[in-house]
């Protein structure tokens, strides 16, 4: 088998967490290098032009000489053509696509790199992890906030973190775990191989391209060693009430029972942070009061209790069916009007590029990735407002694919009952 060599580490690493690895390169072998070769999918090409297709037509030379480069250490990776697209704050978030040979060292890479940190990594981190989600992150909130002495919240964003990631720093945290220096090298020369801009190329110091393969799972390495290692192992000691973290990515919520724990925690974060060369977004980070007596409090006398927006959901109080105060969600309005500005302008883009049946499949395909991602407790009405909402703008960009009118209303309803769209379904418990 293919991988036996990399299912041998995770079952070192995770029989012996403490566990230092010092030969890793022999994975990098044909048969590894052709497993990630058939893993990729087919997106766009990096700025060599040359398609995951193209490359496959040759494909056991390209191996061996990818493999050849590799073992004599002459590999260096291409820079990535970035792309950036649209923010809800209305600023850009930069992609990276690299060349396909160096998405299949990055493939390897991760797989190596997550054999030997996911078995050690701590449970409340749920980002870009086999097996874990974002539906699982929202359930330990409800239960931490429900279940726990909850008071206060800290909602900790950090700026611009992929693009600031010191690449010293990284490779240091690495080197606690990794003794492998080809090995190390090879990342290296990814987080060092620079972005394709209309002026050259342009290399930095800082930062990992979103969009890489092996970005998240290095992000995932670099913060369970600055924030949730740290978390567990001395600010915990030092608060004399309970606390506990979420991490999904570089999101994630501290809860305490005191306040004075949250206020103390938060004046030493940035020390913490500005240390790996990391800092807090003081526009968006927070701290709030969540505790169900201070909401039921509130809810009883009628004023109004913060809320809070993290995952794309925001978070806030009302009453259950027993009238108790209860953490519910809802779908975020930043995220709710990005996604119908998102589907209006792919309508208008392509609403004569398809024919009906192919273009009303790819809405559905939108509708049901969207149900599927805020179909969780409490967020029934959201649901259904966006089907609404997405209903107008397909009749509307449908009446556009020619200077004659395709569809009245009571015809268009009449389409949509014979070829239905997705709707909402089941919500996803998180009790």
């Known amino acids: ?37 058939q893993s990729l999918d087919n997106k766009a090409p990096g700025i060599d032009g040359v398609t ?13 000489g990818l493999h050849r480069k590799l073992n004599q250490m002459s590999y260096r990776p291409q820079a990535v053509r970035r792309v950036e697209i649209p923010k809800e704050d209305g600023s850009l978030r930069p992609l990276g696509i690299s060349c396909v040979e160096d998405k299949i060292v990055q ?19 749920y980002g870009f992890r086999p097996h874990k989600g974002c539906h699982d992150a929202l359930r330990q909130l409800h239960q931490e906030v429900m279940g726990q002495p909850v008071g206060w919240i800290a909602d900790l964003d950090l700026a611009q973190f992929f693009d600031t990631m010191p690449h ?16 190390l090298q090879v990342i290296a020369r990814m987080l060092k191989a620079g972005v394709q801009t209309l002026g050259g190329v342009v290399q930095d110091e800082l930062g990992s391209p979103q969009g890489s393969i092996v970005s ?7 913060l369970d060693f600055v924030l949730d290692q740290w978390f567990t192992t001395i600010v915990r000691q030092h608060c004399r009430g309970y606390c506990a973290l979420i991490r999904y990515a570089d999101d994630s919520i501290a809860l305490f029972e005191f306040e004075d724990d949250a206020r103390r925690f938060m004046r030493v974060l940035p020390k913490r942070l500005e240390k790996f060369g990391l800092r807090l977004n003081e526009e968006k980070t927070q701290l709030l009061p969540c505790g169900k007596r201070q909401a039921g409090l509130a809810l009883k006398y009628g004023r109004k209790f913060p809320s809070f927006d993290f995952l794309g959901f925001t978070h806030y109080w009302g009453k259950s069916r027993n009238g108790k105060a209860r953490l519910k969600r809802k779908t975020s309005k930043k995220r709710f009007r990005r996604a119908l500005v998102t589907l209006n302008q ?19 395909q939108k509708l ?9 407790t409490d967020n029934g009405h959201a649901l259904y407002h966006f089907e609404d909402a997405v209903h107008k703008l397909v009749f509307k960009w449908l009446n556009r694919r ?15 009952a014979w070829h239905p769209l997705p709707r909402p379904g089941r919500l996803v418990s998180l009790y």
């Not at 940190?117 to 981190?125: A, G, I």
């Not at 792919?346 to 559905?364: D, E, F, S, T, Y």
């Not at 020619?402 to 949509?416: A, G, I, M, V």
Request: glycine residues 4%; positive net charge; hydrophobic residues 40%.
């Open 52 to 64: 995951k297709t193209e490359y496959g037509q040759n494909l056991e030379e390209n191996l061996q």
């Open 168 to 183: 010293q720093e990284i490779l240091k945290v690495l080197a606690l775990r990794i003794r492998d220096r080809r090995f």
């Open 216 to 222: 998240p799972v290095i992000a995932n390495v670099f």
């Open 107 to 125: 493939e390897m890479t991760r797989r190596v790199l997550e054999s030997i940190y996911e078995p050690v990594f701590l449970s409340n981190s």
């Open 368 to 376: 049901r990735g969207h149900f599927n991602y805020f179909g969780v």
């Open 346 to 364: 792919w309508l208008q883009q392509k609403r004569n590029a398809h024919k009906l049946p192919q273009l009303w499949q790819a809405i559905g």
């Open 1 to 37: 088998m293919v991988t036996t060599g990399i299912e041998r580490i995770a079952e070192r690493a995770h029989r012996e967490p403490g566990t230092v690895f010092s030969a890793l390169m022999h994975h990098y072998s044909v048969e590894n290098l052709r497993a990630c070769f």
């Open 402 to 416: 020619s200077q004659r009118r395709s569809f009245r209303w009571e015809s268009f309803l009449r389409y949509l």
